[in-house]
């Protein structure tokens, strides 16, 4: 197991990967922007086309909530949520050279699982003493459905 990026592995921090592996833990991918190109020109006005890396985050629990949201453009949509551990998601943003969880999915594109790319809604941590152990994100419908 990984232990976060601040510091060892604390106990919820344990809890929350043994849980989540019992509990049938597999792998999504963060859908990210990829870093600019330096020196650059079409990057620089604009003309090249977006390039995207996804970012392993495992173990995770991917459940169906079991109402469904939606408006009257789209009723019936359906809305996920992820539970995620701390650890994979501190090593993910490390990965990255980011130094905080809210950076992390402030600039994701979505995740995506099982080849379905799903957008982030809202992200809530569980903290035991002021320390993240277990991430939970809403998400729904296909990007594409709400940019």
Known sequence: ?????????????????TLLRGFGGKTVLLHMPAPAVPNDEGE???LATPQFQDVPLYPVVFRRLRAKTGTANTPNEAAYELLGSASAVASAAGSLGLEAADVLF??????????????????????????????????????????
Do not use: C, H, S
């Open 1 to 17: 197991m990984t232990a976060p990026a601040n510091g060892p592995m604390t106990g919820p921090i344990l809890v929350a990967e």
């Open 44 to 46: 620089q006005l604009g």
């Open 106 to 147: 402030a600039q994701a594109a979505g995740v995506v699982v099982d080849d379905m790319l799903l957008g982030i809604t809202w992200v809530t941590a569980a903290e035991a003493r002021g320390t993240p152990y277990l991430y939970r994100l809403g998400l729904r419908g296909a990007v594409k459905d709400f940019i």
